[in-house]
């Protein structure tokens, strides 16, 4: 009988899908989990089949024994030792990772024995030498000892564009670790991923955004490994750039909320980074497209990001929000992510759970009259008057505080602005990078050094001018701030009509 090659650096999903009777040897041998769709969709999609033989405590001469009964024939990984699987000696290969309540450690030592993990990556140790430490004092580790570990690094002085840069190796560390993962592998349902599975769920949109997600890095990847060049399936690659309407929904209702809620910062600072540098490097390659190995090599490493990110979302992200935020507060989420565009899914499905919008959504303008200095509005009409004008209008107190935002009644507004941001820190709605700049900009205009700010941007193909206006009273005295973004294509299409 031919033997069918098994490379076993690939995972466990990648290879039940190139030989699918590969599942039933797997069973067999005490992979019972692997015919739990969610258990493949997630863990499966990180794991390889010498770690979880480690995790799940399978000697592998067995498993190597049992794959080569059924007809296949083990490649060897590229294990830290580079020894073969079914005579090497190796505790990674033949012993089960520690049982973390195996440890002595409290888990005040457990948070400082994975920032030492952390820190050493951080400081250029290879991920090998760091993983062989880490598999002895942990099997499962969860995503609050995580952000806690990069926190204490963060704390310690290290940049966060330092831990950026690091940011996916830090993630390969605790592949195959995870309580999710774990949870995944014994066929248990966490509450993580019951969420996941409720239809509707905000966590169950974005879970299903993620496989659209992979499922189109896959289709590339492949094209790309058959010789297709980019130029032959740009459009498939273009498609990637919805991203963004997945990376919004991300940062603006979940991270914004664990940090202003839960004071949880890391690693969604980092995370918020990272996903800033993939959309911007999709958006520099689509925007000079090439068949040169450079711009495919570049396509595969953002990818390959991308793949990071989405594990760090399912492992990390996800359950500390699954930890963390109330039912109500999922509701909220639920009623924003409305406002936002779908990312490679048709439409977001209904959630049976949701009973209740944003209590703002609701808000009726009482019939008041106002008095200004040059006439009166009632409430309603000043409402809609600000809805009607062609910006997007916000507005930030002298405590830095969100306190409006317009309702534009025509068109989708470029700058998403979540009803859940009101009564927020402005500096809790923007990505770590772009938070000093915000800060100084904001003490300029209370100390009275500037009045004006202003930027062009393109956005959605559009180009944009975006003015941030210091706002004080016929006395002088500062009030807040006032950001106003107006679409200037129609002075573009007027001036270039002139040439």
Not at 20 to 49: C, D, H, W, Y
Not at 87 to 100: D, F, K, L, N
Not at 176 to 202: K, R, V, W
């Amino acid at each position: 009988m031919e033997q069918k090659p098994l490379n076993l650096n690939h995972t466990v999903y990648e290879l039940c899908q190139q030989y699918p009777e590969l599942k039933a040897v797997m069973a067999q041998v005490g992979f019972k989990e692997i015919s739990n769709p969610i258990a493949m969709q997630t863990a499966g999609r990180v794991m390889t089949i010498p770690k979880g033989a480690a995790i799940k405590g399978i000697p592998m001469p067995d498993v190597i024994a049992a794959l080569r009964a059924a007809g296949f024939q083990p490649v060897d990984s590229d294990n830290d030792c580079g020894c073969s699987h079914d005579t090497c000696q190796c505790h990674h290969h033949h012993q089960p990772a520690a049982q973390a309540d195996a440890d002595p450690a409290t888990r005040e030592g457990r948070t400082q024995l994975l920032h030492s993990f952390v820190e050493r990556l951080t400081h250029g140790e290879p991920l090998s030498s760091v993983r062989r430490d880490f598999v002895k004092h942990f099997r499962n580790v969860d995503a609050e000892e995580i952000a806690a570990a990069e926190q204490q690094l963060i704390n310690s002085g290290v940049k966060i564009s330092d831990v950026q840069r690091m940011c996916d190796v830090h993630s390969a560390l605790f592949h195959g670790t995870t309580i999710q993962e774990n949870a995944s592998l014994d066929g248990i349902d966490s509450q993580c991923t019951t969420l996941m599975q409720q239809a509707g769920h905000p966590l169950n949109i974005l879970y299903s955004e993620n496989l659209a997600i992979e499922a189109l890095i896959n289709r590339i990847s492949t094209q790309l490994d058959e010789g297709v060049l980019p130029s032959a399936m740009l459009p498939t690659i273009m498609q990637l750039r919805q991203l963004t309407h997945h990376f919004g929904k991300k940062g603006d209702l979940l991270f914004t909320l664990l940090r202003d809620r839960y004071g949880i910062d890391a690693p969604f600072n980092v995370m918020w980074g990272v996903d800033d540098e993939i959309r911007d490097e999709l958006h520099r390659l689509c925007k000079q497209p090439s068949d040169a190995p450079q711009w495919i090599q570049r396509l595969r490493d953002v990818m390959q990001r991308e793949r990071e990110m989405i594990y760090k979302e399912h492992n990390i992200l996800f359950p500390l929000c699954a930890n963390h935020f109330t039912h109500d507060e999922w509701q909220e989420i639920r009623t924003e992510i409305d406002g936002y565009s779908p990312c490679l899914i048709d439409r977001y499905p209904d959630w049976a759970q949701h009973t209740h919008s944003h209590p703002l959504y609701d808000v009726t303008p009482s019939d008041v009259t106002v008095q200004l200095a040059s006439g009166t509005l009632t409430t309603a009409q000043l409402q809609a008057m600000l809805n009607t004008m062609p910006y997007e209008i916000t507005f930030i107190d002298r405590d830095h505080i969100n306190r409006y935002f317009n309702q534009q009644l025509h068109g989708e507004k470029l700058f998403k602005r979540p009803l859940m941001a009101l009564g927020r820190k402005v500096y809790d709605c923007h990505p770590p990078m772009v938070q000093p700049m915000v800060r100084r900009l904001l003490t300029e205009f209370a100390n009275g050094q500037r009045d004006t700010f202003e930027m062009w941007s393109e956005k959605a193909g559009h180009e944009v001018l975006i003015r941030y206006m210091a706002v004080r009273d016929q006395q002088g005295n500062y009030l807040g701030a006032m950001e106003c973004v107006q679409v200037m294509d129609f002075a573009r299409d007027h001036y270039q009509g002139k040439q």
